[in-house]
């Protein structure tokens, strides 16, 4: 019996890390510290990689009143600093409408976890009315362990200085933003790589001169974008790109996806001010999708990796030119300007074609003959 204890224990260390935490992160946090003692793959598992964040959401807590949810986070965040238990992931998601007078906690809760030294901040104020909008405290941004800050339905207002040397993600959305606080911390922080503004009023002001040359993910929505006459833009590492309802006009867009060689994936969706889109040169990209830009009069792709396309148009005629796309497996097409023959001529062009989606065209009749389309 014992050596088929041992054997059994002996696999489970041999299971990749990846494996083993995806199991032990369904613990809770007192199981985990027990599951250690197991193995010793376990034990050296890292122990911000499977420690489950620390979340409390408002919505999800149906039974009982306002004050008893606040008294669970209180007894909660006493709890993990009485027995000295990580505090390295925290999600909160309240609505400042309904708690009324005890928001004063919530400064007590974040200098409990910035005490702590939290890694991962993820905050979600939900209100309906901007008076009620919570403003962080200084010291977040002064919080030298947080790689991971995730803000929505803020007042966000920075005073101070930013020291944040390990911030690798920040997201923002639906706050209320003054005009420099933004552009501060994102010129602040360049080891960023995953940058999310996201519905923000006023509409803030992005330069992209000011972007970190370590970004990979780079989401804008609702954002005015800039760039200053000849300025220089370098950004090697951008992986993935997300424009929606931007306003800016079509060179700073040529410029920006210029200045990213190696991006995968680029979503272009409901922006202002281009009457002509031109992708060329990105000998990476994978997946384009441009939805809902109705400026447009001719978009233009020559990108040989291309494999995925999701064109919706339709407002006005616009001229879709595919060159050199012959990888392309999946074809989305909304579009009702198309006709019979533009759509043969672009099938020629597409032998690998898998999936080809056709819809808001005034066609009756397509008459497709294609191997490939399953």
């Known amino acids: 019996m014992e050596v088929e204890e041992e054997e059994q224990i002996h696999g489970i260390s041999e299971l990749p890390d990846e494996l083993l935490i995806r199991i032990l992160i369904f613990l809770p946090v007192e199981e985990i510290a027990r599951a250690k003692l197991v193995s010793k793959a376990w034990k050296n598992l890292s122990e911000f990689s499977f420690v489950p964040p620390l979340t409390f959401e408002q919505h999800r807590h149906c039974n009982g009143t306002i004050s008893s949810f606040l008294d669970s986070i209180d007894s909660s965040l006493k709890l993990h600093y009485q027995k000295g238990l990580s505090l390295s992931r925290i999600r909160l998601c309240l609505d400042l409408d309904l708690i009324g007078s005890s928001r004063s906690q919530i400064d007590s809760w974040i200098d409990a976890t910035l005490e702590r030294k939290v890694e991962q901040l993820d905050l979600c104020f939900l209100s309906d009315s901007i008076i009620n909008y919570y403003s962080l405290p200084a010291r977040v941004f002064a919080a030298g362990t947080i790689t991971i800050l995730c803000l929505e339905g803020f007042r966000f207002e920075i005073r101070g200085n930013i020291d944040l040397p390990a911030l690798r993600k920040f997201c923002l959305r639906h706050s209320r933003c003054d005009e420099q606080s933004v552009p501060k911390l994102i010129s602040s922080c360049q080891l960023i790589q995953d940058l999310e503004i996201s519905c923000c009023k006023p509409w803030q002001k992005i330069h992209v001169s000011e972007l970190a040359r370590t970004i990979r993910d780079l989401r804008l929505e609702e954002c005015r974008l800039t760039i200053y006459g000849d300025t220089n833009i370098d950004l090697p590492a951008l992986r993935k790109l997300s424009l929606r309802n931007i306003r800016c006009d079509e060179e700073a867009i040529r410029k920006l996806i210029s200045s990213c060689p190696l991006i995968q994936d680029l979503e272009i969706r409901s922006c202002y001010g281009k009457q002509g889109l031109h992708v060329s040169g990105l000998v990476n990209l994978q997946r384009l999708t441009v939805v809902c830009c109705y400026a447009l009069q001719i978009i233009e792709i020559d990108a040989p990796t291309l494999q995925y396309l999701d064109y919706r148009h339709g407002a006005r005629r616009c001229d879709l030119v595919l060159t050199c796309c012959e990888?392309?497996?999946?074809?989305?097409?909304?579009?009702?300007?198309?006709?019979?023959?533009?759509?043969?001529?672009?099938?020629?062009?597409?032998?690998?074609?898998?999936?080809?989606?056709?819809?808001?065209?005034?066609?009756?009749?397509?008459?497709i003959s294609h191997r490939q389309l399953k």
């Open 327 to 367: 990888f392309l497996r999946e074809l989305i097409l909304y579009d009702r300007f198309v006709t019979g023959d533009l759509l043969q001529n672009l099938l020629s062009g597409l032998p690998n074609l898998e999936r080809l989606e056709i819809n808001d065209t005034p066609l009756q009749r397509i008459e």
